[in-house]
């Protein structure tokens, strides 16, 4: 009788626990059911909170997700139409066309950066002009969205000032909506100016990308450690020698070389110096589209390497800084083993570091450690949410990088579990 009702009491608990979960569901699509500019902040909603299994995160994920792209499509859809993005004061025309047969995974898209820089407009143009039909002849023989912009100013740093950032955020969102495009299987290039803006961009938002290339460009003040999980590949001409690009192109081909030596399943990289070869490259340099695109993103790698740049962003693959604690060159480096189910972070220059957690990475029902090179300094459950899903999808709309579960680390010593 005894086991009997310790039976009885489990299977009840277990049905007020799924009942319960049920009804945080419905009450995410009751909220999302309200019109947007009506709609009470998600935070101050108590289901946003609750506990998730890890079904009902799932789930939460879908529908948050396609609320996302609805808000896309309201926000930019007759811009995309138009094919001119518009992000505060600035505008960035944009030009694409669609090569092969669709894959069943989805469309790749190849964001291409036109050359020029500190220039009249008219110059610029001319590069933009150009841009939409240079790699014609290589990608008629691939698949994807080739997708020429034109750089929304006429500086020196068209490419890598900190709006260009936001735009390709928007314009990755809606390919993936109107073009079926893969989010894994995004790609940049650019060529001079644009092989500047590739430099920077490739490291800066390697999160985004499957991989990335620059053409006769240099890199200025770029670091290649955000690129571990970012194939990249360089390529100058040998003559090219203003503003020393053929030297700086050597140059990086060492540091990427010793980079994969030290972490050999990370920093793939392909370098080619043309002889013979000045600015114009004659289109050898077309064999980087190809090279890309055997190379799909992997959104959560067990391995990141994170160094901020000047222009900062606060979250990088599962890491995550607060603004008020980003700082120029700050470098994290964390790992995440999922046999032994535990992070283990080896560097972390912030006062709070936020690991942001998903199913795909550790198993979230059991206990899960945290360590500060190597040493344990937490170990216990995590909490599923609502709120940690829309904090985290909303962020880059990409629910390749959408996590259901986080915790903070402080000091690099105290572990608190998260709501948000």
Known sequence: MKNLLQGFLVSFLCLVF???VEAQTRQLEEWLEVKRSIRPAL???EFSSESLNKKQAKKAVELLDRDQKFKMIQSYGEQWIGREIRYEEYKMPFFYKIWGEEPEDGRSLFLSMHGGGGAPASVNDKQYENQKKLYDATMKNMEGVYLAMRAPTDTWNLWHQAHIDEFINIIIQLAVIYENVNPNKVYILGYSA????????APRLADRWAAASMMAGHPGDASALNLRNTPFAVQVGELDSAYKRNQHAAEWELILKNLHKQDSAGYKYMVKIPKGKGHWMQLEDAVALPWM???IRNPIPKKVVWRQDDVMHSRFYWLEVPESFMKKNGEIIAEFNTETNEINILENYSEELIIRL????LNLDKPVTVKFK???IYRGTVQRNVRNVWNSLTYKGDANLAFSASLSIVNNQKVLNTKY
Not at 194 to 201: I, P, R, T, V
Not at 358 to 361: A, G, K, Q, S, T
């Open 194 to 201: 644009g092989g500047d803006g590739a430099f920077q961009l």
């Open 18 to 20: 799924v009942l319960k």
């Open 293 to 295: 695109q055997q190379f």
């Open 358 to 361: 998903n199913d795909d990475m």
């Open 374 to 376: 190597g040493n344990q």
């Open 43 to 45: 935070s101050d909603q």
